[in-house]
């Protein structure tokens, strides 16, 4: 079955530095989302992108982030200078068309030192 | 704006006994999804089911059953016969038409051996 795939699972990052999370959707996917957990706590949205540009981004989602599709495959969310309370895990999900379900990515654990 | 309730944070459990999962939602649109994650300790997502707000009917795929009753804005989760492999945060989600999740804050599932 086709998956999500996030890369890397562990990214271990210097405050104020700028982190790239990198996701492959699946591939006859359209839309693509990134969420973020702190941990303990609940899944939050973050972004959708779809037809090469945002459709929606949350509060959380302020100038430090960008999201791109660079090549037509993969789905990167950018952090531009990190902060502490950055940490957090990151998941990237993608789905089909229509009302098809969210299909996520095993996530990234963002730690920010 | 739509909003998720998962008033359990915590349940234990002895292995064999049924495990049911209260979910509470809020939302004026009259079109929505709901969903059911799961999240074992390794920290991925996993779809579990989902019900559109025009499907009332209740289901039982496996030892998964749902009840999803829109008089109260519940969708609660049943997990028959739980096996320790069953242990995880369970999430109920919510979505609109713009297809972004809104997660509860999840419940965590202990089942004892």
């Known amino acids: 079955e086709p998956e999500v795939t996030q890369t890397p699972s562990h990214q271990v990052t210097q405050m104020g530095q700028e982190v790239i999370l990198r996701c492959v959707p699946i591939?006859?996917?359209?839309?693509f989302y990134w969420y973020r957990q702190i941990l303990g706590q609940k899944v939050e949205f973050l972004v959708s992108f779809y037809n090469n540009e945002i459709s929606e981004k949350s509060e959380i989602f302020d100038d430090q982030f960008s999201v791109e599709r660079p090549d037509g495959s993969n789905f990167t969310l950018k952090i531009r200078s990190t902060k502490l309370e950055d940490s957090a895990m990151y998941f990237c999900?993608?789905?089909?068309?229509?009302?098809?379900?969210?299909?996520f990515g095993d996530g990234t654990r963002l730690s920010i030192l | 704006a739509q909003k998720v309730t998962q008033a359990q944070t915590e349940i234990s459990v002895v292995e064999k006994e049924d495990v049911t999962l209260d979910c509470v939602y809020e939302?004026?649109?009259?079109?929505?999804?709901l969903f059911w994650y799961k999240q074992p300790p390794s920290g991925e997502l996993v779809f579990l089911i989902r019900r559109n707000s025009f499907d009332e009917q209740n289901e039982i795929s496996g030892r998964y059953s749902w009840n999803f009753q829109k008089s109260t804005s519940s969708f609660n989760f049943t997990i028959t016969a739980s096996q320790v492999v069953d242990s995880a945060v369970y999430f109920c989600a919510l979505t609109l038409n713009d297809y972004k999740l809104s997660f509860g804050a999840g419940t965590t599932v202990t089942v004892r051996a």
């Open positions: 999900a993608s789905r089909s068309y229509g009302d098809q379900p969210q299909h």
């Open positions: 939302t004026r649109d009259t079109t929505y999804y």
């Open positions: 591939s006859n996917h359209l839309y």
